[in-house]
């Protein structure tokens, strides 16, 4: 479980950056979004509250690391319209999303909490999952990895040459349970 708070607002101006102009509604949302957090029994991510660059939306994040490893293996994201959102998995530094189902993608409207309910079971779902490291050693020293979703087998980043012969994976390696 987590014992920090999720979606914590950092301050731009720490960064020498203008601070956050969210208005009243995005701040309602924000706060039934962490009301909806605050009894996640899951792994901590990190997770981001800001606008994309183009600032054309309320944006909230959550990032799946492999800590050990220092990777970022995906993100997901929201965006925050005021009486609809759009949501899925981030395909871009500018978190533009992957549009289509097989990526979690969804828009919703309705009330700011029933938007923000339907969003934190959405984040919920994605961090409850656990995900493992698997790897391929070569020969050589090197070795191919991927990581995927234990329930599903969905990869979510790969790392070197994946045999495409089929080879059986040396090492199934848990990294969120």
């Given at each position: 479980?987590?014992?920090?708070?999720?979606?914590?607002?950092?301050?731009?101006?720490?960064r020498g950056e203008e601070p956050w102009d969210f208005d009243e509604v995005?701040?309602?949302?924000?706060?039934?979004?962490?009301?909806g957090a605050a009894d996640w029994?899951?792994?901590?991510?990190?997770?981001?509250?800001g606008r994309p660059e183009d600032e054309s939306s309320f944006l909230v994040h959550i990032s799946l690391l492999d800590e050990a490893r220092r990777l970022v293996l995906a993100e997901w994201?929201?965006?925050f319209y005021g009486t609809h959102v759009l949501a899925g998995k981030v395909c871009d530094?500018?978190?533009?999303?992957?549009e289509s189902p097989e990526h979690g993608f969804f828009r919703a409207s309705g009330t700011v909490e029933e938007l923000a309910e339907r969003c934190a079971g959405w984040f919920e779902s994605l961090l409850s999952r656990p995900v493992v490291r698997v790897e391929w050693p070569f020969r050589d020293g090197k070795h191919a990895t991927h990581w995927e979703f234990a329930d599903t087998g969905e990869i979510l980043a790969t790392?070197?040459?994946?045999?495409?012969?089929?080879?059986?994976?040396?090492?199934?390696?848990?990294?969120?349970p």
């Open positions: 479980m987590d014992v920090n708070s999720w979606f914590e607002v950092e301050d731009p101006e720490e995005e701040l309602a949302f924000l706060a039934a979004l962490r009301a029994q899951v792994p901590w991510a990190p997770s981001q509250v994201a929201v965006h530094q500018l978190f533009n999303l992957h790392r070197g040459s994946i045999p495409a012969d089929g080879s059986s994976q040396a090492h199934r390696l848990p990294v969120r």
